[in-house]
Nanobody
Framework: QVELVESGGGSVQAGGSLRLSCAAS???????IAWFRQAPGKEREGVAR????????IYADSVKDRFTISQDGAKNTVYLQMNSLKPEDTAMYYC???????????????????WGQGTQVTVSS
């Protein structure tokens, strides 16, 4: 069973930056990897997704042009670079992965069968 471990969360002021990392115990069997987030009292939402083989990425409208998802296959790691952070970005951020079964990967959470434990991001105004 593949394990995902997130790191890089923390507290920053609005306008600041953070880089989250998601390290996978195995990487070559993964088809797509995504970042989701969940704020208290809100539903989990997809933030960014990348395909392992092509690095094709999509973003939620709320983070487009501020966040960048990338990968380093040699390190079995996916990153989420977050710039121009806003207080509304405050949430627990989760890394999730899916294999090729099930087809395309968007932001439908049940598509992703492997989840990390999450890392907290807090942005103060």
């Amino acid at each position: 069973q593949v394990e995902l471990v997130e790191s890089g969360g923390g507290s920053v002021q609005a306008g600041g930056s953070l880089r989250l990392s998601c390290a996978a115990s195995e990487y070559t069997n993964l088809w797509c990897i995504a970042w989701f987030r969940q704020a208290p009292g809100k539903e989990r939402e997809g933030v960014a997704r990348i395909y392992r083989t092509t690095s094709s990425a999509i973003y939620a409208d709320s983070v487009k042009d501020r966040f960048t998802i990338s990968q380093d296959g040699a390190k079995n790691t996916v990153y989420l670079q977050m710039n121009s952070l806003k207080p509304e970005d405050t949430a627990m951020y989760y890394c999730a992965a899916a294999d090729i079964r099930g087809g395309e990967c968007f932001f439908f959470a049940p598509r992703y069968k492997i989840w990390g434990q999450g890392t907290q991001v807090t942005v103060s105004s």
